[in-house]
Nanobody, 122 residues
């Protein structure tokens, strides 16, 4: 069974960097056909894709966040990490790590983490 477990602080100060790590079990993050993604949902709003990393280590980001987003991985620990710099209070949200099947436009997110409710406050 594939499981995604998030870890990291749920509180970050404005202008600081949010860092969350997703630990994967039951699957390899280097296996083709899957992307490993970060998605967030601000209160009362819809889901927003933040970025992803592929099985080969290629990263992609939401264009609006690209300059502040870094996604990396540790294959030996089967982990991938989100770093979002210069966060603002408006970016408080539930953050999720997910797996997306690489099926082009028909791809979907089949596994999700429990989510981390991130608060941005001083």
């Amino acid at each position: 069974q594939v499981q995604l477990q998030e870890s990291g602080p749920g509180l970050v100060k404005p202008s600081q960097t949010l860092s969350l790590t997703c630990t994967v079990s039951g699957a390899s993050i280097t296996t083709s056909s899957y992307h490993w993604s970060w998605i967030r949902q601000p209160p009362g709003k819809g889901l927003e894709w933040v970025g992803s990393i592929t099985s080969s280590g290629t990263t992609d980001h939401n264009a609006s966040l690209k300059s502040r987003t870094s996604i990396s991985r540790n294959t030996s620990k089967v982990q991938f990490t989100l770093q979002l710099s210069s966060v603002t209070p408006e970016e408080a949200a539930g953050y999720y790590c997910t797996r997306r099947r690489d099926s082009g436009a028909s791809g979907f997110f089949d596994y999700w983490s429990q989510g981390t409710q991130v608060t941005v406050s001083s």
